[in-house]
């Protein structure tokens, strides 16, 4: 995934969506203040965690959009504040927050789960601290943006159930120029210091630009998508009695007024300056060593997405050693399946045979789905002996909204609500059928829907014995990490019967270590998009426009890439540390429950966690 991975939610989900924030000036100024132990017989921890959901809800009011897909309904007409000058504000109350826990609380007389919040809601605070270095090196507009973020937040997660909430709509629709504008201002800034995204960036941008705004209100002819949607919702309250006609044709005549008079301008404002800025961007896509203070912020980058201090040297050199260790285990299938030729050859039979390919109809698209759908079903009754925690939260498998998709894009997770009323989605891109394989479908199924990001996520939402903030906040070495554990050990589990399946799931393993070589040499070392697409196209069997995508995507988020394969394999030495120590009586579904059990936590104090974990057995 992505998740937003988000990611989602990618999705930490949390910190990038928080750091373009609104709130009330007189936020950091409540850190201490509102916090009164009501009973003294409470215990520390317990009062620790209420007054930690205490500043849970003042972090929540940084980001309506945030309380949106959340579910939550405050502030349900109010955009983000995109400036600069909220991130600051965010960032103080970020370490005012901090700083007044630490003389509130004593971390020596907290549980080790209240110990972990109170570790964790400092590293919330530095990492805040830190990003302020580095904040304009994050390319705003390209495979991902505001330009897309802000209709998929209207589409997928602002729901409408009565009137209120479609005047809550408008309300944001009219905001919208101000949103947007705020985000170009920041691209402006960054461009004036030399920071601007690859040619490719730009391309996709505008590119998703135009397919947001094509029909109306935007353009003469058409419906389009932001349109159909608000007609879509306006007209369901019609038909449920919520309001009459006349206001449902009143409500659709202000929606498009506001379109029209607020967000139309500012997309034709981004779109003039993504086409004008493109002159001064090199045809040749660098890596961020290129950037102002490039080599820093690529270390920066590295630790802030694997949580680990780590040096661009052996994280290459690790994913060197991988690449050849799996690339071993592919010949053992190939040998199985009876091809009579090298992998690489193996891998163009692969990337070539109808045989591995849904036909680019709609027929085909929905046998994808379907499959997708049958691999879950069959994963979900095999859970339980593996898990003690189970998720309650439904699951969906979709295809991208046609505004946003992407061929050859990859698939990414979106977490549902706590409650359920909005299901988690494992989304596909399914514009180029011949860019999303059938043996490699099973993998994907449980990397992004179970055992992997569907099922560690709706944990992670569902555990009521932590602070809310641990139930949101996220770190994409666990989360990604966790991911790419799920996809083996569904193998564990006796799935990917198919050969071809389990090859799938190596295809898989090898192009997370194929990852660490190609961020790296992108950001570190220097290499062409050429170089990168030559390397991953000779050493795995993706189709090319699956690996061009990918690669450019690993040009626009330096870093996230390597998190993948980092996380994977800290997983993997813990559990082998569990087994050794344990022997017999090492239980799997135990071993999961304390991965699960903390919410995603940073790879350090997962394995601090588990270390305690086996000393409490041993005792």
């Known amino acids: 995934m992505k998740i937003n991975w988000t990611q989602a939610i990618a999705l930490a989900l949390f910190y990038c969506c928080f750091t373009t924030a609104i709130a009330d000036p007189g936020h950091a100024g409540r850190a201490v ?76 007389e907290l549980t080790a789960e209240g110990k972990r919040s109170f570790d964790l809601w400092i590293r919330l605070s530095d990492e805040g601290q830190k990003n302020i270095r580095f904040r304009l ?10 330009h897309t973020n802000l209709p998929n937040s209207l589409i997928n997660y602002h729901s409408v159930a009565s009137l209120s909430d479609m005047q809550a709509y408008i309300s944001r ?121 490039g080599k820093q912020y690529y270390l920066y980058a590295l630790e802030r997405m694997t949580t680990l201090p780590l040096q661009p040297v052996e994280v290459h050199e690790l ?27 193996f891998f163009e039979f692969l990337r070539d045979d109808d045989q591995f390919y849904f036909d680019n109809s709609e027929k085909g698209r929905q046998g994808y789905l379907s499959l997708a759908r049958d691999y879950l079903r069959l994963m979900k009754a095999r859970l339980p002996a593996y898990f003690g925690i189970l998720p309650k939260g439904p699951l969906e498998v979709r295809r991208v909204e046609a505004f946003r998709e992407q061929p ?70 666990f989360s990604e990490g966790w991911g790419l554990y799920a996809e083996k050990l569904a193998k564990d589990m006796g799935f990917y019967q198919d050969p071809y ?26 290499w062409s998009e050429a170089q990168a697409i030559e390397y991953a196209m000779a050493n795995s069997p993706r189709p090319e426009k699956a690996v061009k995508s990918e690669v450019r995507r690993y040009f626009n988020m330096p870093a996230q890439a ?35 059990g903390s919410g995603p936590l940073p790879l350090p104090l997962l394995e601090d966690k588990v270390i305690e974990w086996l000393d409490q057995k041993h005792h």
């Open 33 to 108: 203040r509102d916090y009164q132990p009501s009973q003294i017989d409470e215990t520390e921890t317990f009062r620790f965690n209420r007054w930690l959901d205490s500043q849970f809800e003042i972090f929540l009011d940084f980001s309506p959009l945030a309380k949106t897909r959340l579910g939550i309904k405050t502030d349900y007409g109010v955009l983000d504040d995109n400036s600069i000058e909220m991130e600051d504000r965010y960032v103080a109350w970020r370490l005012h927050s901090a700083t007044g826990m630490q003389q509130l609380f004593n971390r020596a």
């Open 137 to 146: 090196h994050r390319y705003i507009f390209g495979r991902r943006g505001p």
């Open 173 to 293: 629709l009219r905001q919208s120029g101000r949103y947007l504008m705020q985000a170009l201002s920041k691209a402006k800034l960054a461009a004036s210091k030399g920071i601007r995204a690859p040619y490719f960036d730009y391309q996709i941008a505008l590119s998703q630009i135009n397919r947001v705004t094509q029909g109306s209100p935007f353009t003469a002819s058409g419906e389009s998508p932001i349109w159909q949607d608000i007609v879509s919702k306006t007209k369901s309250l019609t038909a449920a009695g919520e309001i009459s006609a006349g206001q449902e044709k009143v409500l659709l005549e202000q929606a498009r007024i506001a379109i029209r008079a607020s967000m139309l301008p500012a997309y034709l404002s981004i779109r003039d300056w993504l086409e004008a800025d493109l002159q001064y961007v090199s045809k040749q896509a660098q890596g961020a060593s290129a950037l102002p203070e």
């Open 319 to 345: 994913g060197l050693a991988e690449v050849a260790r799996i690339q071993k285990e592919m010949s053992g299938i190939m040998t199985q399946v009876g091809f009579d030729g090298r992998l690489p050859e």
């Open 408 to 477: 050859g894009a990859a698939a990414h997770y979106m977490r549902g609500t706590t409650d359920g009323s909005r299901p988690g989605v494992f989304y596909v891109h399914l514009a180029d059928m011949r860019a999303a394989s059938k043996y490699r479908l099973e993998d994907l199924a449980y990397h992004e829907g179970l055992p992997g990001h569907h099922l560690q996520i709706a944990i992670q939402q569902e555990l009521d014995n932590l602070p809310r903030f641990r139930a949101y906040h996220g770190y994409t070495a």
């Open 501 to 526: 399946a389990d090859f799938g799931r190596l295809s898989g393993e090898i192009w997370r270590a194929i990852r660490l070589v190609v961020d790296t040499g992108i950001h570190a070392f220097g």
């Open 562 to 596: 390597t998190a993948y394969k980092i996380g994977m394999l800290k997983i993997q030495s813990l559990r082998q540390l569990a087994e050794s120590k344990l022997a017999d009586e090492f239980d799997i579904s135990a071993f999961h429950d304390v991965i699960l």
